[in-house]
Nanobody
Framework: VQLVESGGGLVQPGGSLRLSCTAS????????IGWFRQAPGKQREAVSCENRGDRAKYYLDSVKGRFTISRDDAGNTMYLQMNSLKPDDTGVYYCATADSGWGCYGARGVRQYEYGYWGQGTLVTVSS
């Protein structure tokens, strides 16, 4: 069981990146999925998630309108499209799937402790 991320890197402010996370050993289509990030010296925070049932989505206020979470069930891959990037978006980004509870509660938020499988993390640096 593994989640493998790709797509991080160095980008200038205002630029875009798309993070990918491919699952192996299990399928994503019955899982709530989530993207989290950890900036240097800060706690890990939930950036976005998608509920496994009605596919309701949650976005951190600071990324609303700029980031989009999606999944490709056939390819067993989840994505985070990040546009209009800002220096405050810098951090290590992790994908994860919930294995207890729903994990993602749409506009009501995220229960990070319900996410049991995590990717290795990919570094996103937004800097000029």
């Amino acid at each position: 069981v593994q989640l493998v991320e790709s797509g991080g890197g160095l980008v200038q402010p205002g630029g875009s990146l798309r993070l990918s996370c491919t699952a192996s050993g299990f399928t994503l289509d019955y899982k709530s999925i989530g993207w989290f990030r950890q900036a240097p010296g800060k706690q890990r925070e939930a950036v976005s998630c998608e509920n496994r049932g009605d596919r309701a989505k949650y976005y951190l206020d600071s990324v609303k309108g700029r980031f989009t979470i999606s999944r490709d069930d056939a390819g067993n891959t989840m994505y985070l499209q990040m546009n209009s990037l800002k220096p405050d978006d810098t951090g290590v980004y992790y994908c994860a799937t919930a294995d207890s509870g729903w994990g993602c509660y749409g506009a009501r938020g995220v229960r990070q402790y319900e996410y049991g499988y995590w990717g290795q993390g990919t570094l996103v640096t937004v800097s000029s």
